[in-house]
Antibody, heavy 120, light 107 residues
Framework: EVQLQQSGPELVKPGASVKISCKAS????????MHWVKQSHGKSLEWIGY????????AYNQKFKSKATLTVDNSSSTAYMELRSLTSEDSAVYYC?????????????WGQGTTLTVSS | DIQMTQTTSSLSASLGDRVTISCSAS??????LNWYQQKPDGTVKLLIY???SLHSGVPSRFSGSGSGTDYSLTISNLEPEDIATYYC?????????FGGGTKLEIK
C-alpha cells in the first residue's frame, strides 16, 4: 500500500527557515517524481514543484523558485522541502504528492499535509 | 500560466442526485486534465486523470469528460461520503495549475 507520511505541524518565526519531510512507503521511491503543493487557509491549491528522486532533478513553479528547495534522501525514501525567509504569506498547509506518470503527470497519492504557521 | 476556472464555488444537492461540476481552462490543454477530491479533514484523493480515466479504487459513479477548454466531473447517485471540495488541475504546461474548487454539500 502506497503511503506518504509527512512531518508534524510547525510554528516558526518570520525570517526563519523550515524543512518539511515526506516519508514514502509501499513502492520504489526512486521510480516516481514527488510533487509539493501549497494550500493557503480556505483557498485553492498551488503547485510548488517536483523532484525526481532517481537523479535529484527538479522543476519549480517560478513563483516559488526563491522560496522552496526540494531534496531527497533515497536511503530513507524521504522527500524534503525547505522553505526560507518565511513570512505570514507562507502560513499554509503543504502537501507532498506522488506523480503516477511522469510523462502525463497526475498526483495519485497524497500525504496528509503539514500545517506551517509563521508567527512571532 | 494557464488559468483554471470553476465558476461554481459551492453546490447543494440531494442524496441520489446526479451532479456535474464544471471547469474551464484559459487555453486549450489537450485533455491533460485531472480531478481531485478533498475531504473536510484535508485528505486529498485523485479521482480522474487524463480527462476521463478513473483512478484505481474510485467508485464508478464518478466520471469525467470534456475537451479543448471545457471539462466536467459527474457524480451519479450522490452518496453521503461524496461531501467534499472538488478541484480540477491541468498538466498541459508548467506550472501545473488548479481550479478554485467546488464545494459540494448535501441539501
Amino acid at each position: 500500500e502506497v503511503q506518504l507520511q509527512q512531518s508534524g505541524p510547525e510554528l516558526v518565526k518570520p525570517g526563519a527557515s523550515v524543512k518539511i519531510s515526506c516519508k514514502a512507503s509501499g513502492y520504489t521511491f526512486t521510480d516516481y517524481n514527488m510533487h509539493w503543493v501549497k494550500q493557503s487557509h480556505g483557498k485553492s491549491l498551488e503547485w510548488i514543484g517536483y523532484i525526481y528522486p532517481y537523479n535529484g532533478g527538479t522543476a519549480y513553479n517560478q513563483k516559488f523558485k526563491s522560496k522552496a528547495t526540494l531534496t531527497v534522501d533515497n536511503s530513507s525514501s524521504t522527500a524534503y522541502m525547505e522553505l526560507r525567509s518565511l513570512t505570514s504569506e507562507d502560513s499554509a498547509v503543504y502537501y507532498c504528492a506522488r506523480d503516477g506518470d511522469g510523462n502525463y503527470p497526475y498526483f495519485d497519492y497524497w500525504g496528509q499535509g503539514t500545517t506551517l504557521t509563521v508567527s512571532s | 500560466d494557464i488559468q483554471m476556472t470553476q465558476t461554481t464555488s459551492s453546490l447543494s444537492a440531494s442524496l441520489g442526485d446526479r451532479v456535474t461540476i464544471s471547469c474551464s481552462a484559459s487555453q486549450g490543454n489537450s485533455n491533460y486534465l485531472n480531478w481531485y477530491q478533498q475531504k473536510p479533514d484535508g485528505t486529498v484523493k485523485l479521482l480522474i486523470y487524463y480527462t476521463s480515466s478513473l483512478h484505481s479504487g474510485v467508485p464508478s459513479r464518478f466520471s469525467g469528460s470534456g475537451s479543448g477548454t471545457d471539462y466536467s466531473l459527474t457524480i451519479s447517485n450522490l452518496e453521503p461520503e461524496d461531501i467534499a471540495t472538488y478541484y480540477c488541475q491541468q498538466y498541459s504546461k508548467l506550472p501545473y495549475t488548479f481550479g478554485g474548487g467546488t464545494k459540494l454539500e448535501i441539501k
